[in-house]
Nanobody, 126 residues
Framework: EVQLVESGGGLVQTGGSLRLSCAAS????????IGWFRQVPGKEREAVSC????????YYADFVKGRFTISSDNAKNTVSLQMSKLKPEDTAVYYC???????????????????RGKGTLVTVSS
């Protein structure tokens, strides 16, 4: 199974930018789509963006379209999430999640995957 480690979170002002990174180890990276999800206390985890590491096709939730960009570097087994024009409502713990491509093709970025890393905290101050 692939293992993922997130990094890059921090404190930023409204309108600022952050770049999150997700480093993978273990099984073949290109057998998976990688999704960025976020969660705030008391709320369900929500899908932010996903990338198919084989063909680089992407998905964005409506609330981040035009502000966030997901990318994959298969040589380095990393997926990045460039976040710009950040808003206070983007404050959350961000997790990257591996989604087997067979499941991703069937269900997409909302595929239920029982995987939880440590995450990285993003705090956007108003």
């Amino acid at each position: 199974e692939v293992q993922l480690v997130e990094s890059g979170g921090g404190l930023v002002q409204t309108g600022g930018s952050l770049r999150l990174s997700c480093a993978a180890s273990g099984q073949a990276f290109d057998n998976y789509a990688i999704g960025w999800f976020r969660q705030v206390p008391g709320k369900e985890r929500e899908a932010v963006s996903c990338i198919n590491t084989r063909d680089a096709s992407t998905y964005y939730a409506d609330f981040v379209k035009g502000r966030f960009t997901i990318s994959s570097d298969n040589a380095k087994n990393t997926v990045s999430l460039q976040m710009s024009k950040l808003k206070p409502e983007d404050t959350a713990v961000y997790y990257c999640v591996p989604i087997r491509l067979t499941l991703y093709h069937e269900i997409g970025c909302e595929a239920p995957v029982d995987y939880r890393g440590k995450g990285t905290l993003v705090t956007v101050s108003s």
